[in-house]
């Protein structure tokens, strides 16, 4: 490690005084103008990954659904996985270390890691279109050279292309090309076989509505659909061309408003779908013929694949096991369907990407799907095994082991994929022949809110069983199981952000429970904020009364329902 050069580069990239920034859910974010030192770290971290691990690691330069304005960066693992949690700390020691700190900062990573610092080092950079990326992945790259690394610069990617040219390079291309035309013929073969056998591919299959966000999907999905256009065509709308990057558009926007973007005229019963502006989320919906919107967020989606896959796998005759990951924000009802109606088992891990992705790995098929549309499914090494040997089988069976073949290929198992999610759900609807509106009708969706409580701290809360209950602060939890318990078919939580200082607060009932909600909205912010206990009745109304700070709360201020 030439630690005088590193001391002379850093200089050029040099840390705005006091600010401190935490390698969170997604890596870092924050105002474009703030991270030249941060993308400069990251790459001299990327490179010390990849000497450590002897492998290619990657380093994709996006903000995803934030605005314009922002931008971030993460690192992704050999696997095409999220960066390993020891190393998401040394990233936050390496981001907000003093100039003076930077060669003791990366000595003590490299020591404490076992890296061998003669290996040599190489690193896949992409990035999204925001005007701020170009430059900022320029300084990724000038840290890897700093430290004697080589890199390749994809230039505009989605963040789950970045994920799957990771994951090739590092399988001996046993997954696929690490090329964007290996991608491209890789998931389009397998996506025009599955449309084949469907008998079902009239027009009402052919097309789809896409909403880019005005982000790099639209570019992409541009460059693909050539390839996919005999079992699909897409028209994409946000597509970068005038409107602003996830501004009134894109997965995020229509997820959290529940209405469609803006730019797009949807005529009734017709699919549609969003990405967000990096293209690792996916939601669908359409207006019925009332002119009423309806969404088909990410549990749907993955409630629509596990039941193929699952049908799959009973017609190849296989004991092969199948299971569902979600958040504590999946919807009960489609818990409710998948447990009791698909006899499906459900697991919940805390939010975030990683989570979801490492429970998926522990079964044969592991489908799993956040609510806001990220998501992808699994396959063991058993699963493969299976369809090599499916030659033997009779004809029927055969067939199937074909098809689940070709859903393996369309699926990135790196990430969850806006793109290869999309030619899922397109190839399954045609093959069974479900409309959108039969989809939809799986299984109703308890109505649910979300409220987000501005906190200094968001420390002050702390959760225990996959972010479901709250320990601390005390009494809360309490509270919220005593209201819970007088609404049917109702469930509540608190637990902090982890992107930004909030803590966030959901409820779900019956369409009877709209008292739970307003009551949950009123006692937990009062709990957080103001240690009033949190229990419906006298105290609270009177605190509500109260003069000062907490009738600020009346006014709404403090919070905003989303
Ligand atoms: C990030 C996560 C997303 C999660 C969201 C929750 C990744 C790639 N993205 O966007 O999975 O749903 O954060 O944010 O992991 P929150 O902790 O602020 O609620
Ligand atoms: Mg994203």
């Not at 474009?32 to 001299?44: K, S």
Request: include cysteine; charged fraction near 25%; glycine fraction near 8%.
């Amino acid at each position: 490690m030439d630690l005088g050069a590193i001391t002379k580069y850093s200089a050029l990239h040099a840390k705005p005084s006091g600010l401190v920034l935490q390698y969170g859910t997604a890596g870092f974010r924050t105002k474009a103008e703030h991270l030249d030192h941060v993308m400069f770290r990251m790459g001299l971290l990327a490179a010390l990954r990849s000497k450590q691990t002897k492998s290619t690691v990657g380093v994709m330069v996006t903000a995803s659904h934030n605005p314009e304005e922002d931008n971030g960066v993460k690192l992704v693992d050999p696997l095409g996985e999220m960066l390993a949690p020891s190393w998401e700390e040394h990233a936050t020691c390496l981001a907000n270390a003093e100039e003076q700190d930077m060669q003791r900062v990366l000595i003590d990573i490299s020591e404490k890691e076992a890296v061998n610092l003669q290996q040599d080092a190489f690193v896949v950079v992409g990035r999204d279109t925001r005007p701020s990326s170009e430059k900022l992945s320029q300084s990724v790259m000038d840290g890897v050279t700093v430290l004697g690394g080589q890199f390749h610069d994809y230039g505009l990617l989605t963040t789950p292309q970045l994920h799957y040219m990771v994951y090739c390079r590092n399988t001996g291309g046993r997954y696929g090309k690490a090329t964007l035309e290996g991608y491209y013929q890789k998931l389009s073969k397998a996506f025009v076989e599955l449309i084949k056998q469907a008998s079902c591919s009239g027009d009402e299959y052919r097309s789809l509505k896409v909403d880019c966000a005005n982000g790099i999907g639209a570019l992409k999905l541009r460059e693909m659909e050539h390839y996919f256009s005999q079992g699909l065509s897409v028209q994409l709308f946000n597509d970068g061309s005038k409107g602003k990057l996830n501004h009134l558009c894109g997965a995020d926007f229509v997820k959290s408003h529940q209405k469609p973007p803006q730019g797009m005229e949807i005529k009734s019963n017709e699919r549609c779908c969003s990405f967000d502006g990096d293209a690792d989320r996916i939601v669908y919906y359409y207006h019925d013929a009332d002119g009423h919107f309806h969404l088909i967020d990410g549990d749907k989606i993955a409630t629509l694949i596990s039941s193929f896959l699952k049908e799959l796998l009973m017609e190849i005759g296989e004991n092969l096991n199948i299971g569902v990951v979600q958040t504590a924000y999946a919807n009960g009802s489609s818990t409710r369907y998948l447990e009791e109606v698909m006899k499906v088992p459900v697991y919940c891990t805390k939010t975030g990407v990683k989570h979801l992705h490492h429970k998926a790995q522990e079964f044969d098929i592991g489908v799993y799907f956040e609510a806001n549309g990220h998501g992808t499914a699994l396959f063991s090494t058993a699963v493969e095994m299976k369809i090599k040997q499916s030659e033997q089988l009779e004809e029927k069976k055969r067939k199937a082991a074909k098809m689940l073949e070709n859903i393996i290929d369309l699926f990135n198992q790196a990430a969850g994929d806006a793109i290869s999610d999309m030619l899922v759900i397109e190839a399954i609807l045609a093959l069974k022949g479900l409309t959108v509106q039969q989809w939809d009708a799986l299984y109703t969706d308890l109505p649910n809110r979300q409220l987000k409580v501005q906190v200094a701290d968001r420390r002050v809360i702390s959760t225990t069983n996959a972010e479901r209950q709250a320990v601390t602060p005390p009494g809360l939890q309490e509270a919220i199981n005593d209201l819970v318990k007088k609404y049917k078919l109702s469930r509540a939580f608190v637990r902090p952000s982890g992107t930004e200082d909030v803590v966030r607060v959901y409820a779900e009932a019956d369409s009877q429970g709209s008292r739970l909600v307003i009551w949950i909205f009123i006692i937990c912010p009062l709990h957080i904020l103001f240690k009033v206990p949190a229990k419906p009745g006298q105290s609270t109304v009177s605190a509500l009364n109260r003069d000062g700070d907490i009738c600020q709360l009346r006014s709404l201020s403090h919070f905003r329902v989303e």
